[in-house]
């Protein structure tokens, strides 16, 4: 079967690979759709420490079920599912806590273990989530998910004002899961494009960082107090610290993103008005289920999110010129069939 494989950092290529091998215990799928997204470029560039090569990439899955154990109720072929891309050992600190998104030894596909980008894979059945969803939708979930579980760990509520800071995938869907919870949402960013579809994703403001004055306006919005929660989602020093600076007194602020170098923090903030600094992970089956029913209920833009549906043979020059020009671009999908 054919395959995108990334051979060393800027190159990838669709070659032959072996189809997976029959296994009782997993389900055996006929790939769709695949989305990529920043960390899959990272892979592509060769600058995230645990990719080795070659690799194939793809963690943002649709599917349609083959073959599954006949004892799996709802999992039967011609199925389209979702799938979660984490793996969790069940022995660790995280795990026991009933946190596995954060597991000490998560192997996430396309990362530590081939991924999605090519036409069959296998998957353990508690993996996959079947929905009445468009192919498109289903390859939308996980990369929502993320933000709907940085939502979750900010407890947000109809009470709060959540600021997000970052309107690019992992924002957006933290922008769509604020609203769904009934939140005020004023989304953050530097691209009137981004922000556009941050409105279209539930923000009830939109304030470009560059052309507005960032902290007069959230305290007008906010009634002189500052946003509730405030939101993370782009990874740099300047806004980490502009998290803790704008977040209201006893506040909670969520990092999703990790910056790539060390941040100075004016600390007496974090005590002075007693915050709650909470790190997000990946997400849990809960989010799934969460985003899932999002989109079920038509609340999500879709078609806005989605920039460019390509085929397998157009993944690779898509990876080339998206690694030139990564502003450029809004979510890639990869249509396999
Ligand atoms: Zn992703
Ligand atoms: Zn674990």
Redesign the pocket.
């Known amino acids: 079967m054919r395959a995108l494989v990334i051979k060393r950092p800027g190159e990838a290529a669709i070659e032959n690979v072996a189809e997976p091998g029959p296994d009782p215990e997993k389900v055996l799928l006929r790939v769709r759709m695949v989305g990529l997204c920043g960390s899959d470029l990272n892979s592509y560039r060769g600058r995230n420490p645990m990719v080795q090569f070659p690799r194939i990439p793809g963690h943002e899955i649709a599917a349609t079920i083959v073959e599954a154990n006949s004892s799996l109720p709802g999992l039967v072929p011609g199925t389209n599912v979702t799938m979660s891309p984490y793996s969790?050992?069940?022995?660790?600190?995280?795990?026991?806590r009933g946190r596995?998104n954060a597991?000490?030894?998560?192997e996430t596909l396309g990362v530590q273990r081939n991924g999605a980008l090519t036409e069959f894979i296998t998957m353990p059945p508690e993996k996959l989530y079947a929905a009445p969803l468009t192919i498109k939708e289903l390859c939308l979930v996980e990369p929502l998910t993320v933000g709907f579980h940085a939502v979750s760990r900010a407890r947000v509520s109809s009470q709060d004002i959540v600021a997000v800071i970052g309107c690019g995938g992992v924002g957006l869907g933290a922008i769509a899961a604020s609203h769904f919870a009934g939140a005020g949402t004023i989304a953050i960013d530097v691209d009137d494009q981004k922000l556009q579809i941050a409105r279209k994703a539930g923000a009830a403001h939109a304030l470009n960082s560059v052309t507005a004055p960032l902290h007069k306006r959230l305290l007008e919005l906010t009634d002189g107090r500052g946003p509730d929660v405030i939101i993370e989602a782009v990874g740099h020093p300047q806004t980490f610290r502009a998290a803790v600076e704008e977040v209201a007194f006893t506040g909670r602020v969520v990092y999703i993103g990790y910056a790539k170098e060390p941040v100075d923090y004016e600390t007496k903030l974090f005590v002075q008005k007693e915050l709650d600094i909470l790190g997000s992970r990946n997400a849990l089956p809960v989010d799934f289920r969460t985003v899932i029913q999002m989109l079920r209920e038509k609340k999500f833009p879709v078609e806005d999110a989605v920039g460019s549906i390509v085929s397998l043979e157009e993944a690779p020059a898509i990876l080339q010129t998206w690694s030139a020009n990564p502003s450029k671009f809004t979510k890639i999908m990869v249509q396999l069939g």
Do not use: D, F, V
């Open positions: 969790s050992c069940g022995k660790c600190a995280s795990c026991q596995p597991c000490l030894s998560n």
